[in-house]
Structures are given as C-alpha cells and as structure tokens.
C-alpha cells in the first residue's frame, strides 16, 4: 500500500475563513486543464476524453493539432491563496456546444478568468459576451503558447475590446508563479468592485 496523501494536500487549514469560487474559462484548447492542474493543490479532478473523427466536425480544431483529449464536463482544483482564502477552480468546458453547461456552473461564482490565445484572438469575443450577459465580471489573461505571436498587451486590450478597468495579464499556464499571477488579478479585480459596491452604499 503506497503512504496516505499528507494532510496538508487534502483538508483545508483551521485557519481558512473564506471560500471562493472562480471560473476559468476559454475558447477550445485554450489552456484551462492544465491551469487548473498547474495551480491545484489537490489532485485535480479532470473529465477528459479522447477527441473522435465525430467531435471534429463540430469542435474547430485549427491550431490544435496536437491536441488528442478535451474536457467534456468540467475541471476542478483548489488553491489556497493565504492563510484565511482559499478558492475553487471550475475549467469549463471551451467548445460552443458545452456553453450551457457552464451558464450553469456560473451559479455561485463571484467571477471568471478568462484565458486567451494570440493565435486566435477572435474565439474569445463568445466568451466574453456570455460571461457580459450574465454580469459576472471577469479579468484576461493571454496564455503565452509556444511559438505564438507576442503582441503589446495594449494591442490585445484594443484588439477584445477590453474595459479599461478589465484586467489584462499574460501567464504561462503550465508555470504555477504567473498562473498564480494572473488568478490574483482577477481577485484584486473582485475585491475592488465590492469596495466600490460598499461606498456606494454609505
């Protein structure tokens, strides 16, 4: 029999008083499985399935020629972020078919981070409209791929037609500190807009 999982890996600290759940969303092949793997501090828990002749012909797979699985229900992973928050990972999945799906994970979700891809810049424009429709308020972060072409993140702010306020990072999704990173935008992001909700309020 193999040693237990350590105790810190599986139960949250006494300490954590707040829980957060986050989305991490994007168009097909975008990045999101292995984000949420990179960052999880539990065993992720993935729904991946081998890709068919059959998914090709609804799944646009231009750019993603090595890509042999996609999720079809959704990823989930757990970070704690300091001694008090820890947040909730749900990947959803990117292609146009599985959008309802996750309209429905956005229940209880206080935002989203949204992962882009130079490449194809343009895949992310449904995304983002869904997650508008739905007011949950979200940041941007551009997955920096191998080989794919690095713009001025000025020229993608212009190019999604992005809020000013929106924030825009670049992360490696395979590399824990910039994913870190990129998720720690989008709670500063979250935490501002309830500061600005409460003096609102007084």
Request: hydrophobic fraction near 40%.
């Amino acid at each position: 029999m193999g040693s237990a999982p350590a105790s810190d890996d599986v139960y949250l600290r006494p300490t954590v008083k707040t829980a957060a759940k986050l989305l991490v969303v994007g168009h097909f092949a975008v990045g999101k499985t292995t984000f949420v793997g990179t960052l999880s501090e539990i065993r992720p828990l993935r729904t991946e399935e081998v890709m068919t002749e059959a998914g090709a012909l609804v799944d646009d797979l231009a750019g993603t020629l090595d890509k042999t699985t996609t999720t079809v229900a959704m990823d989930f992973g757990r970070l704690t972020l300091d001694d008090s928050l820890v947040l909730y990972l749900f990947g959803a999945p990117g292609q146009q078919r599985f959008t309802k799906l996750w309209q429905d994970m956005t229940r209880g979700a206080l935002g989203a981070l949204v992962l882009a891809d130079t490449r194809r810049l343009s895949h992310s424009f449904d995304v983002m409209g869904v997650l508008e429709e739905l007011g949950l308020p979200y940041a941007v972060a551009v997955n920096d791929f191998d080989g794919a072409p690095v713009h001025d993140l000025d020229e993608v702010r212009e190019a999604l037609d992005l809020l000013d306020e929106t924030p825009l990072v670049r992360c490696d999704a395979r590399d824990p500190d910039s994913s870190t990173r990129a998720l720690i935008s989008l709670v500063e992001y979250l935490l501002s807009r309830q500061d600005d909700t409460e003096l609102e309020h007084v």
